[in-house]
């Protein structure tokens, strides 16, 4: 065997032994026999090349000086150890199959775990290999990258350069900070805790040291959350309005202004969006601050900037924003006659709104068939203008006249069209991936759907429309064949880790028994890190499946052990049996004393010793020779200070 067939042997069995990794826990048969192939074909090469270094770029490998560029496999490799922060590998002669199967085991983690954890040069000084040298991609490599694959690493070194405390590390990313944080999608600041916790740390170091980066960084975080498409309700509204406090009013003027007059995608919801995330109390502070800009009076706005600033102020979706920034843009203005045709626009959209309240104000006193019959024509005739203008204020005040006289059988059968046009609006605003602020007001009224189960598929599995009001209505809507629609479209989505956390997401927050039946398919889908959230997404449901979870204890994947007992431990009575599954194992001669000692580090990761300290208490105090490692972990689990000596 030449050096070429040695290193291309190598590199197949290095990508073998990283899927397996992936896939099995360490002492599962073909991961050890992967991890002892690798054995075989490094020592095959380092007849060949000594010590054996690997360096690693985006897409090519250096080996022994040379770029290698060949498709599939090598950039496979080159992919795999890059967005790991990986810049080389070199192992020397002497390696063992421990020190490798340690390398692999964290070397086929998900990038994001790794960079929790302090990266695999970390994790290889604590594991004592050293014949595995990692050397990781030098900072300036990473700081201007591109890629949105890079995303991961840039959300760990928000908190990395500030730990560090490396002034010229912090300055170089805060220099560099619009064009990283444009590779991030809004909804990562919404719903990615990583990036919200590591850039919060980054930017409150910022707002202590130097506030003019903090100003600019801080407004480039701001724009790119103003992209998100919907507007955040409840407990995620104040975490945002939490994480953007700190920003001034004149950073705030200074986007909204830089928004409004150069983004040609600021569009209404951008602006309703910008409105919610600020306090009422701000936006008069914030409209003297722009006001107060020269550029406002000085700048010559292109004819297409005032075009888009008459459309932006003029357009019926505009819900939430202040009047207050309506007249200071529509001052820019110059076209006195454009002002004119605006200002007629938003007197006859008041004119509208009283004629709707008037009609309501009618149907809430009359009784009279006859009159009754010609205020549903009334509302009947209006409808396509109240769909046009989203009027949902409208929609809630008829329901609640609806439901106050629905007891009333010709009320009800009068109204009945107009009910079912309420409904199919809803649903159809629902279906175009535009959520309805508090759903559940309109649940009772909505009896069926308007549209075929094939529109809701296509919506979610073809045009990736997904959020927890769609799922929720085409599960309330088809019972019988959507479950088994819906299963049978996710596992052709099986490898989709992005649309599949989606889903995960949105069904943790219906309170269903379809949810759960879902939610355990995707736990068969094949992928480690899917099931890992399954798991987290169970613990936030208020109602188990304590067999789903007592089953997972006898898993030999000691994560998924972790994360079903962490359920598990959440309630008292299946607390107890999880310790009795996991403790009170039946071990003559010792010969299961390896599984007793890894649940015993189970329970110490998820702070459970004192509940389960009966059972520790027993384990500790198991005699014979055999017992002796687990009475040790066990001592080390209660706190014992002489653990080892037992």
């Not at 724009?223 to 953007?244: C, S, T, W």
């Not at 601050?289 to 003029?314: G, H, V």
């Not at 009772?444 to 929720?472: G, H, P, T």
């Not at 099931?531 to 109602?543: D, F, H, Q, T, Y």
Request: glycine share 4%.
């Amino acid at each position: 065997m030449d050096k070429e067939e040695a290193l291309e042997e190598f590199l197949k069995s290095l990508k073998a032994a990283l899927n397996n990794g992936s896939i099995y826990f360490p002492e599962h048969p073909v991961f050890i026999k992967s991890s002892q192939e690798l054995k075989e074909k490094v020592d095959s090469l380092l007849h060949f090349l000594n010590p054996l270094k690997i360096g690693f770029a985006a897409d090519f490998l250096v080996v022994d000086g040379q770029n290698l560029e060949k498709a599939g496999l090598v950039m496979g490799l080159a992919g795999f150890f890059h967005f790991r922060k990986i810049k080389s590998i070199e192992i020397e002669p002497g390696v063992t199959i421990g020190e490798l199967m340690h390398f692999l085991v964290r070397a086929s983690r998900p990038p994001t775990q790794i960079f929790k954890e302090g990266g695999i040069e970390n994790y290889l000084r604590k594991e004592a290999a050293p014949h595995i040298l990692v050397e990781s991609l030098d900072y300036s490599q990473l700081l201007y990258a591109q890629g949105e694959g890079y995303k991961d690493i840039w959300t760990f070194l928000f908190r990395e350069v500030i730990q560090e405390k490396d002034a010229h590390k912090i300055a170089q990313l805060a220099d560099n900070f619009g064009g990283i944080i444009a590779k991030f999608r809004s909804d990562d600041l919404l719903k990615n805790e990583d990036v919200q916790e590591n850039l919060g740390i980054f930017l409150n170091h910022l707002k202590n040291t130097d506030k003019d980066k903090f100003a600019r960084c801080g407004k480039d975080a701001f724009k790119l959350m103003l992209q998100y498409r919907n507007i955040p309700q409840g407990a995620e509204l104040d975490k945002v309005k939490n994480f953007f406090k700190d920003l001034g009013s004149d950073q705030l003027a200074d986007t909204l202004w830089e928004e409004v007059t150069e983004n040609e995608n600021f569009n209404p919801l951008s602006l309703n969006l910008f409105s919610v995330l600020i306090d009422n109390d701000r936006h008069k502070e914030i409209a003297s601050a722009l006001a107060s800009k020269s550029s406002l009076t000085e700048a010559a706005l292109k004819p297409s900037t005032k075009k888009r600033i008459k459309e932006l102020f003029s357009s019926p979706e505009l819900q939430s924003a202040p009047g207050v920034y309506q007249r200071i843009f529509l001052a820019l203005l110059k076209d006195g006659g454009a002002q004119k045709d605006i200002q007629a626009t938003l007197d006859y959209k008041l004119l509208r709104v009283n004629y709707r309240l008037l009609i309501l104000n009618l149907l809430a006193e009359e009784n009279n068939e006859m009159r009754l019959n010609l205020i549903r024509e009334k509302i009947l005739e209006e409808w396509e203008a109240i769909v046009k203008e989203k009027d949902v204020e409208f929609l809630k005040n008829f329901l609640k006249i609806f439901r106050m006289k629905k007891d009333n059988s010709s009320f009800a059968n009068i109204f009945e069209p107009v009910r079912i046009c309420v409904s199919s609006f809803i649903e159809n605003i629902i279906l175009q991936g535009m959520p309805v602020d508090n759903l559940e007001y309109f649940m009772d009224i909505l009896n069926a759907s308007s549209f075929k189960i094939d529109d809701y598929v296509r919506k979610m599995f073809k045009e990736n429309v997904i959020n927890q009001q769609i799922v929720k209505l085409f599960l309330v809507f088809f019972p019988k064949d959507g479950l088994f629609i819906f299963c049978d479209e996710l596992k052709k989505r099986s490898f989709d880790m992005e649309f599949l956390k989606n889903i995960i997401e949105s069904l943790t927050l219906i309170e269903a028994a379809p949810s759960m039946e879902i939610l355990k398919e995707i736990f068969s889908f094949p992928l480690r890190i899917i099931k890992i959230e399954v798991l987290k997404a169970m613990r936030k449901m208020p109602a188990q499946d304590e067999d789903f979870l007592f089953s997972l204890l006898e898993e030999k994947d000691i994560f998924l052990k972790k994360e079903a007992f962490a359920i598990l431990a959440d309630n008292k009575k299946t607390a107890e049996k999880a310790f009795k599954e996991l403790l009170g194992i039946f071990s003559p001669l010792g010969i299961r004393n390896c599984v007793l000692e890894k649940n015993i580090e189970v329970i110490r990761e998820k702070d459970a010793v004192i509940p389960a300290r009966d059972y520790l208490m027993i384990l500790s105090k198991k005699r014979f020779f055999w017992n002796r490692g687990l009475r040790k972990k066990a001592r080390e689990a209660l706190g014992y200070p002489d653990a080892g000596k037992h």
